[in-house]
């Protein structure tokens, strides 16, 4: 638990050699909300290139904005802003189920960004927390624009019609991810639906499911399930 009430959950804490794909499933076993990766840059000559980039998956949603959120609070710390460039390789930005930013502190073979690393190592460490805490503040207080995903709202309360109506006119989905905020299951969603996928985001109080298809017939729904399962999403078949 970080200071400002924030719970923390490491995906390592000795300087031993651990997996990038064992980083993302430790972040998405523990359901985490946003996924944070800190490293240092390099570049083949000595003094090359000096600055701070913060890299994501996609430029867009919540997690561009946390990336310049951090490039900002550490270009006043001293670091030169580098951008948000896009990095579609990386395992823990691409099989991460939530926003995801990777985070180079400067160039490790740059000597001025040494001596800012190491002189000023504690302002770095609070620069990238206060980052984090606007852009965590900001989604709390804002609407989250749909952007096309169907939001719907499962919460079957009075709707005016019978149990027995109800289950009639329910289907078949898949669910492939269950978050406390809205926007970590719309980034799920607007990458599912950017693969070609029938996705909607359903209210499930006090969760948001992001569900793939709707399909009437049980076997359908198994074929769809075995198709996301081969793609390495975790799955559930639910009615909807």
Known sequence: M?????????????????????KARIA?????????????????????????????????????????????????????DLGVPERTNLVVLK????????????????????????????DIANAIARAIEETVGDSNNSAVENDGVLLADNSMGNTGRTDEETMENRGFGVQVGLYSRYENALYQAMELERKGYNVRVINRRPFY???VG?????????KLERKLESEGYDTLIINI
């Open 209 to 211: 499911a992001v569900v």
């Open 95 to 122: 099989r991460t189920n939530m926003p995801a930013v990777l985070i180079e502190t400067g160039f490790i073979n740059t000597d001025a960004d040494n001596e800012l690393f190491d002189t000023r190592f504690d």
């Open 28 to 80: 998405n076993e523990n359901e985490g909300d946003y996924f944070v990766s800190f490293h240092r840059n390099s570049s083949p000559q000595r003094n090359t290139y000096s600055g701070v980039q913060t890299l994501v998956y996609a430029d867009e949603g919540i997690k561009a904005e946390l990336a310049r959120n951090i490039n900002r609070e550490l270009s006043e710390v001293g670091f030169n």
């Open 214 to 222: 709707r399909e009437d017939d049980l076997d359908d729904a198994a």
């Open 2 to 22: 970080t200071a400002d009430g924030f719970p923390v959950v490491y995906t390592r804490t000795e300087d031993v050699y651990q997996r990038p794909i064992d």
